[in-house]
Antibody, heavy 119, light 107 residues
């Protein structure tokens, strides 16, 4: 059973960089055909897909976040990470990592981690 | 980006009721639509994909239909554990987008 777990600071100051890591267990991040995504949910709101990375390092970012975001992968640790720079209060959200596959829904999700942007 | 709208945004229903939620896409997405259920404090769980195929382990009271731009999720007889928020998501193209959600509450 694949499991994903987000980790990182729960509080980030405005203008700083939000950094989160997702650790995958019960399966390999190098499994062919899978992408590894970040999704966020603003408090009391809907879901927003941020972007994905493949184990080979190819990425796709939501156009609205592309200028501020990077996603990286560490296959030796079975982890992938999200960096979002120049954060504002509008980036306060629960951040989820999830397993993705082209033309298939997100089948495994982390439990989510709340990141608050505040001074 | 493909925009998804859902209606209603909120509905109040009783146990045993039949409930229907509609999702509309801003352009045709064939059957590349998934339905998720999310309970408070939990990650979403996929119920149906593609448009009308129940995922393994999902109760048969859930069903989905539609293609192109209009889709529906139906719960034939609402159970206490079904009170949650439901989201549609399109998988036709990137960026992936979700509908704004429909909260199903207890009447």
């Amino acid at each position: 059973q694949v499991q994903l777990q987000e980790s990182g600071p729960g509080l980030v100051k405005p203008s700083q960089t939000l950094s989160l890591t997702c650790t995958v267990s019960g399966g390999s991040i190098t499994s062919d055909g899978y992408y590894w995504s970040w999704i966020r949910q603003h408090p009391g709101k809907g879901l927003e897909w941020i972007g994905f990375i493949s184990y080979r390092g190819s990425t796709y970012f939501h156009p609205s976040l592309r200028s501020r975001g990077t996603i990286s992968v560490d296959t030796s640790r079975n982890q992938f990470s999200l960096n979002l720079s120049s954060v504002t209060a509008a980036d306060t959200a629960v951040y989820y990592c999830a397993r993705d596959r082209d033309e298939f829904p997100f089948d495994y999700w982390g439990q989510g981690t709340l990141v608050t942007v505040s001074s | 980006d493909i925009q998804l709208t859902q209606s209603p945004s909120f509905l109040s229903a009783s146990v045993g009721d039949r409930v229907t939620i509609t999702c509309r896409a801003s352009q045709g997405i064939s059957s590349y639509l998934a339905w998720y259920q999310q309970k408070p404090g939990k990650a979403p769980k996929v119920l149906i994909y593609p448009a009308s195929t129940l995922q393994s382990g999902v109760p048969s009271r859930f069903s989905g239909s539609g293609s192109g731009t209009e889709f529906t999720l139906t719960i034939s007889s609402l159970q206490p554990e079904d009170f949650a928020t439901y989201y549609c998501q399109q998988l036709n193209s990137y960026p992936r987008t979700f509908g704004p959600g429909t909260k199903v509450d207890i009447k």
